[in-house]
């Protein structure tokens, strides 16, 4: 069948709209949350565009679709996707691999990408990015291709590790002025941020929240192998099981072409395959080992590279077929496989109970409105433990006139005038350092208390 990029595209609008509608999770109860909130109130606190932790290109890109509300940011999401696996299908178009493009859509039956697509994470668009650039190479677009690449940064922070491996090719290839657009970004955001918001130019790195010193650190740190055990569980056993044995004949490949041409390996479609994978992949097992940049080994963030992977997997898949290891009806049975096995009673795949419907603990939370209406309270401020509460809650935290995190009580404090405090277990340690004990719930009064799951409760305190 001749390859129609519209019936591609119409085909995962399809999927992803079907998704749209039956998934009703956040698929991450705290920055997905926390994302969304700082889009939604964007265009009330300008100052939010420029967030450095909640990333300008997310933001600005999301804000128009998140001012209709929690569905007009997975939307925004969504559209990402749909997106990504356009540019797949025209890269394996391109490529002129012996495989349909329209493979592509296989990219919704790896168990939690449709799932991070109805979210509020910045992965899915950093997955958009980055296999944007590897398109805008593959046709030779690489002006166009430093210029996408240079603004991935803002999207997530790895996207400085991904640069690095695009820089790489471009130094290969004698791309001096790619080399150059590659500041693109950096310039541009910079510049807006500094005319905007920040006093200095240099905003983007004197503000970075995962470098910066905050006191304490409780984000903690895991094992070496954590993350190739979260890979099989965010993506299942088909992808798994083909995806390193992809892996190896790609080492192969690249080791063989080291040895015969060094230089040319660099300019490959197999290293800009393989360097912008495990650039990202190893970096996070390294950063969840030494508990670097607030690491907390969430296996979530490779999300923004699994187009990528399934690249591999059609690389390998190519490769195989050019040399009759495998036929047509071999070829079906695999993607059959990619297909049914989210269906499936394994532990990877989709647990339709719990992965589509509203999680009980944000929905406990948002209940807590029908006992309790905290903005009616008369207080001069309200302190609070975490944005995704106060957001499920109602209330734009981002008012700074009436709301401050925590630990601003903690650290200076008690309140001159009569005030409010709201807090969760989890949150209220995590990133406040504060605990039930702590001296600052001495004299408050407690006026609510409510548990919204087995590990997690939320307290509504008064103070004078």
């Not at 025209?90 to 109805?118: E, G, H, R, T, V």
Request: glycine share 4%; hydrophobic share 50%; net charge neutral.
């Amino acid at each position: 069948m001749k390859f129609d990029s519209k019936i591609c595209a119409i085909a995962a609008s399809i999927i992803a709209f079907i998704f749209w509608i039956l998934i009703d999770n956040t698929y991450d109860n705290g920055d997905s949350i926390t994302h969304y909130a700082i889009s939604r109130y964007s265009w009330q606190h300008m100052y939010l565009l420029f967030d450095n932790w909640g990333k300008p290109v997310f933001t600005i890109l999301s804000s128009p679709f998140s001012q209709f509300g929690w569905k007009g940011m997975t939307f925004f999401n969504s559209l990402t996707g749909v997106i990504t696996t356009c540019l797949v299908a025209q890269i394996i178009d391109k490529l002129k691999w012996n495989i349909s493009p329209y493979c592509a859509l296989l990219l919704f039956f790896i168990p939690n990408f449709p799932l991070a697509l109805n979210s509020g994470l910045t992965e899915p668009l950093y997955a958009l990015v980055l296999t944007l650039t590897i398109y805008l190479i593959v046709i030779e677009r690489y002006a166009w291709a430093a210029i996408a690449m240079s603004f991935l940064p803002f999207v997530r922070s790895e996207g400085f590790i991904s640069i690095a491996v695009i820089a790489v090719f471009f130094i290969a290839s004698h791309k001096w002025k790619e080399i150059v657009l590659l500041l693109t970004g950096l310039v541009c955001i910079s510049v807006l941020g500094f005319v905007f918001q920040y006093e200095s130019i240099f905003w983007i790195f004197t503000t970075n929240p995962y470098t910066a010193d905050a006191g304490f650190d409780n984000y903690g740190s895991g094992n070496w192998d954590d993350f190739f055990v979260k890979f099989y569980y965010m993506t299942g056993i088909p992808f798994t099981i083909l995806f390193w044995i992809a892996t190896l004949l790609l080492v192969k490949v690249l080791m063989t072409r080291l040895i015969t041409n060094f230089k040319e390996t660099f300019k490959s479609v197999e290293f800009l395959l393989f360097g912008s994978f495990f650039s990202f992949f190893l970096a996070h097992i390294v950063f969840w080992k030494f508990g670097l940049y607030h690491s907390f080994g969430m296996s979530r963030v490779l999300i923004s590279i699994l187009p990528v992977g399934l690249l591999i997997i059609f690389y390998l898949l190519d490769l195989l077929k050019q040399q009759s290891y495998i036929n047509k009806i071999a070829l079906v049975v695999c993607v059959g496989c990619f297909i049914i096995f989210p269906f499936t009673n394994n532990k990877s795949a989709w647990n339709f109970s719990k992965d589509f419907a509203e999680n009980a603990e944000t929905l406990a939370i948002k209940n807590i409105s029908k006992d309790i209406k905290i903005d009616t309270l008369k207080t001069d401020i309200i302190y609070y433990s975490s944005i995704p509460l106060m957001t499920l809650l109602g209330c734009d935290v981002y008012d700074e006139t009436k709301y401050q995190r925590l630990r601003e009580l903690k650290l200076n404090g008690k309140s001159k005038s009569r005030y409010l405090v709201v807090v969760e277990d989890w949150f209220m340690n995590i990133d406040n350092n504060v605990s039930k004990d702590d001296i600052l719930f001495k004299n408050l009064k407690k006026i609510y208390s409510k548990r919204v799951s087995e590990n997690n409760i939320v307290y509504i305190y008064i103070g004078e």
